[in-house]
């Protein structure tokens, strides 16, 4: 059994998942707010009509219990994401990714919000060799970000068992697709080697190389969090959103510049502190409780990104 949405919250909405996710609220028909500081995010990422928006921090539990009370389900996508400013800065991450979640799942309970999906991570897993990633594996986090997310987890369970609020928590692997920010260095690496595909200028790869990921599209990733906010064997679980299938950085650059039509070689750096060396997705339990099946091939994706950095 499903239920329907009718007026949905994204916290982080003028961001690259969720204003993918606006736009699916929006088709489904439902009534969408957004709060975003846009620290990261962009307004023109969003609908010029039809969502109502606040610039506003997670942070401001006054704003959020305002804005939350006639919403039913919460789409929890805003927080600081970056794994190498986690570990420079360890406080101002942990103030937005665990104070700020907590905030939003205390606005969600005094409100009466139906329920909440996080976005967590991947990174909760650490350098466990065992492969695939399986929900039930123990935590082993290597950054600050990792041990955030992490808690985040645990307070969704908290709030689940003590308050009745409904929450699901998505471990997302790597997403990719347009909208992603190349402009920083902490961006994804798909986006970065976009940016430096299409300008002409060879990446900086960080390690050998040969350190895996899977690679989810954002429109399987905003499918998913559809799914978890509708279906009812989402409630007080996590959940690994993923394809299952990987590939090496390496040969991810050697696609990109296929697609860019260039020859330049990598410049390889030092790994960086915090680093996976191989990641890749058991999908069972979101293919069985929320009806999770990626549709999007990795190089149909990769194709499409990179027809939108080029127009960029």
Known sequence: MTKPIEHALVTGGAGFIGSHLVDALQRRGARVTVIDNLSTGKKENLPETGVVFHHGDIR?????????????????????????????????????????????????????????VLASSSAVYGDDPELPKREKMSFCPLSPYAVQKMTGEYYAGLYTRLYGLETACLRYFNVFGPRQD??????????????????????????????TRDFVYVQDVVAANLGAATADGAVGKAFNIGTGATITVNRLWQRVAEL?????????????????????????????????????????????????????
């Not at 961006?187 to 940016?195: A, E, L, P, T």
């Not at 502190?273 to 994706?301: M, N, W, Y």
């Open 60 to 116: 401001d539990g006054a704003l959020l219990q305002n804005i939350m009370k006639d919403v039913d389900v919460v789409f929890h996508q805003a927080a600081v994401v970056s794994v190498p400013l986690s570990v420079e800065q360890p406080l101002v991450s942990a103030a937005v990714n665990e104070t700020g979640t907590l905030e939003v799942l205390e606005a969600a309970r005094q409100t009466g919000c139906r329920r909440v």
């Open 182 to 211: 190349p402009s920083s260095p902490y961006s994804g690496v798909i986006s970065i080697f976009m940016d430096r595909a299409a300008a002409g200028r060879a990446p900086v790869i960080y390690g050998d190389g040969e350190q």
């Open 260 to 312: 860019a039509g260039v020859t330049l070689t990598p410049e390889y750096q030092a790994a960086r502190d915090g680093d996976i060396r191989h990641s890749v997705a058991d999908i069972g339990a979101a293919q069985k409780d929320l009806g999770f099946t990626p549709e999007v091939r990795f190089e149909d994706g990769l194709a499409q990104t990179y027809a939108w950095y080029r127009n960029q």
